[in-house]
């Protein structure tokens, strides 16, 4: 049995660099194949044993809303039609969990988002997961079960870690500590968030997915405005390794940051090839275009 049952969702960010896709549509929704990328971020979490679901969303999010609520009007006209496929597809989206929503007043960063968890989190661990970000795992256990389970060897907070080029690390939060096991576990001793590629103790960056004891709440609510002129969530972070031990884990799998145009368009290509009906098709297009170049 995990303890953790509850995840926060930040999901309240502009989507700057999908404009324009994402002037009236939050970035969230938009589809990778036939599915929002917020619906494979729950997915994951539910997959993971997460049972309480926390979204932080903002202004033009309301699509979020609707999306994992019932729709009983398209119901009824999926029913009356005999679309049952359909149907059942979009029956089981309002049944991923309870998912309750939070409004962020002022996009103040990451770091002030999750403050907006505090109260629905009490004093429990919990999971935030970003909500532009997939994450697909080699093995097949989401990534967040993976992080639960360091969690419950270790009792501390621990973080998914992704390798990354080392002139890429000034857009990521940056991570310095030591491997301790060969299944990819670090003891962390540093955080530091978007450094100059000359100041990053190591190019393994923050992927998206964490696990927190509730301290952190305590050190949200004092860390200055950070990189960017935001709260930073990595701020908080090296706060709590004061206190606390940290694990960093190197997940084995890849990540996926949808918010992005290439990696938007690159993840949808690579979803529709996994996807069977599209296989084939998609393969011989993309082999006939590639041959064109
Ligand atoms: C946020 C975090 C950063 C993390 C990144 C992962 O940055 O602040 O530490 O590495 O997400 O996508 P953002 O992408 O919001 O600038």
Do not use: T
């Given at each position: 049995m995990s303890t953790i049952k509850k995840a926060i969702i930040p999901?309240?960010?502009?989507g700057t660099r999908l404009l324009p896709a994402t002037k009236s549509q939050?970035?969230?929704?938009?589809?990778?194949v036939d599915k929002p990328v917020i619906q494979y971020v729950i997915e994951e979490a539910v997959e993971s044993g997460i049972t309480d679901i926390l979204m932080i969303i903002g202004k033009g999010k309301r699509a979020i809303e609707e999306h994992f609520d019932r729709n009983f009007e398209l119901e009824y006209n999926l029913q009356q039609k005999g679309k049952i496929e359909e149907l059942k597809v979009i029956q089981e989206i309002s049944q991923l969990g309870n998912i309750h929503f939070v409004w962020?007043?002022?996009?103040?960063?990451l770091g002030d988002a999750i403050r907006y968890g505090r109260f629905h989190v009490g004093n429990e661990p919990f999971a935030v997961m970003l909500g532009d970000t997939i994450l697909e795992s080699e093995d097949g256990t989401p990534i967040t079960r993976q992080l639960m389970d360091h969690y419950e060897k270790y009792q501390s907070s621990v973080v998914a870690l992704e390798e990354v080029p080392q002139?890429?690390?000034?857009r990521y939060g940056v991570m310095g500590g030591r491997q301790?096991?060969?299944?990819?576990?670090y003891k962390v001793d540093q955080w530091i968030e978007k450094p100059h590629p000359s100041d990053a103790?190591?190019?393994?960056?923050?992927?998206g997915r964490y696990i927190f004891n509730p301290e952190i709440f305590n050190l949200l609510e004092i860390i200055p405005t950070g990189v960017n002129n935001e709260i930073q969530l990595t701020d908080a972070m090296r706060l709590l390794l004061k206190d606390q031990d940290m694990y960093g884990y190197h997940f084995k799998g890849q990540r996926f940051d949808v918010g992005n145009k290439l990696d938007f368009i690159k993840t949808n290509l690579l979803f529709g090839l996994k996807r069977p009906e599209y296989q084939s098709d998609l393969q011989a297009w993309i082999r006939e275009l590639a041959e064109s170049l």
């Open positions: 999901a309240a960010g502009f939050p970035k969230e929704m938009i589809p990778i962020q007043k002022e996009l103040n960063g002139e890429l690390v000034s301790i096991s060969d299944n990819g576990l103790p190591s190019n393994l960056v923050i992927a």
